[in-house]
């Protein structure tokens, strides 16, 4: 598994005309040595790899890199290393990641003579990680599946008069208790015209009674991301919220039932977009419907009007579409699913049935 990972960085330097890679954005370096520390630089050739780390990493280095790649403790310093290797292996002209501080290619331009040339490689590695491998979408589902956990006990706990950071606490506090090493993002936890934001992560405002409540929220599990949404609401909702609801879950059901491998994700996205837009709240919709998710919790491929994705087997993501009306609140609703033989695979299996705590 880890060997097909480095093969495919590997048939990618080919096609760039480069003799090797540095790797030192930590979603990769997980994703082709295994190693999850916060530094350290992976050096790939045609033939060999290795990761580089300090004094810190060395036993974490030794114990997590993957098959076919050699933990090395630098010395003086890092890149003093890396500058040895690349002579020792002739890797002249080397491909770097897109999404790197600027100071950080400084300082391959500045501490690296020996490599020849530095070509920018943009998100072409990201882009290795968009289909998904039989182990990943193990670990993405039992991602999911804590996640959902989480919003079931969740639900015993939610009591009008508790502010949105109490519930944060709570819900943090069983992402832990339940095996995961911390949530994915910020959690969102949005009540009363606060829904209205779609990123409204929890502050100390409190619920009350006729609130919506969106709940946003994921985990890391094994490395892996989870991503859910679920609005609920706090006593019977007003006439208005409990029809936005309606129609955000049809949207979501019908962008779920159309998705196919080999469709664009920009059709995907304009299934739930029409019906929103019909229903009259089109300028309310604001976001994509989904984005895909795995070692991070945004990553390609990306589902909106201005995607260029073609969805295929193997690619996890969200179905996430909402409604935000300024001054009365908000409804998203979120699942994460995998196209497998060409259908999709639901990942979420919490209820949205409209819930009233
Ligand atoms: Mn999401």
């Not at 015993?156 to 008069?161: E, H, V, Y």
Request: proline share 3%; aromatic share 8%.
């Amino acid at each position: 598994m880890s060997n097909n990972r480095l093969e495919k960085l590997r048939t990618l330097l080919k096609e760039n005309d480069l003799d090797g890679a540095i790797i030192s954005g930590r979603p990769n370096t997980i994703y082709f040595a295994g190693f999850t520390g916060t530094t350290s630089s992976l050096l790939v050739g045609p033939d060999n790899a290795w990761l580089i780390v300090d004094f810190r990493y060395t036993i974490q280095a030794k114990k997590q890199a993957f098959e076919g790649i050699e933990a090395i403790q630098y010395e003086d310093t890092l890149h003093g290393t890396l500058n040895e290797l690349i002579k020792d292996n002739r890797l002249e002209k080397l491909g770097f990641e897109g999404l790197l501080p600027f100071s950080e290619y400084e300082a391959f331009r500045d501490k690296l003579p020996n490599a020849k040339s530095l070509v920018n490689l943009g998100n072409k590695v990201d882009k290795l990680r968009i289909i998904k491998d039989a182990d990943e979408i193990e670990r993405l589902q039992q991602a999911v599946l804590l996640g959902d956990k989480v919003f079931s006990e969740l639900l015993k706990f939610i009591k009008p008069g508790m502010k949105e950071t109490e519930i944060a606490a709570e819900m943090e506090y069983m992402m832990k208790k339940f095996g995961a090493k911390g949530p994915s993002f910020e959690s969102i936890i949005a009540s009363g015209k606060r829904s209205a934001m779609c990123h409204g992560t929890a502050t100390d405002a409190v619920i009350e009674k006729g609130d919506a409540v969106v709940l946003d929220f994921g985990v890391i599990y094994r490395n892996y991301c989870s991503d859910m949404t679920r609005t609920i609401f706090i006593g019977e909702p007003g006439a208005e919220l409990k029809k936005v609801y309606g129609i955000v879950k049809k949207a979501q059901l019908e962008a779920l039932d159309a998705l196919t491998s080999g469709m664009r994700a920009v059709d995907a996205d304009k299934v739930a977009r029409d019906i929103i837009t019909e229903a009259g709240y089109g300028k309310a919709f604001g976001h994509g419907l989904g984005h895909g998710v795995g070692i991070e919790i945004h990553e390609e491929p990306r589902v909106s009007v201005k995607s260029e994705d073609i969805l295929e087997d193997g690619m996890v993501f969200s179905v996430e579409p909402g409604i935000y009306v300024e001054g009365l609140g908000g409804v998203r609703i979120e699942d994460m699913v995998v196209l497998a033989d060409g259908k999709p695979r639901n990942f979420t299996t919490s209820t949205k049935d409209l819930i009233i705590l």
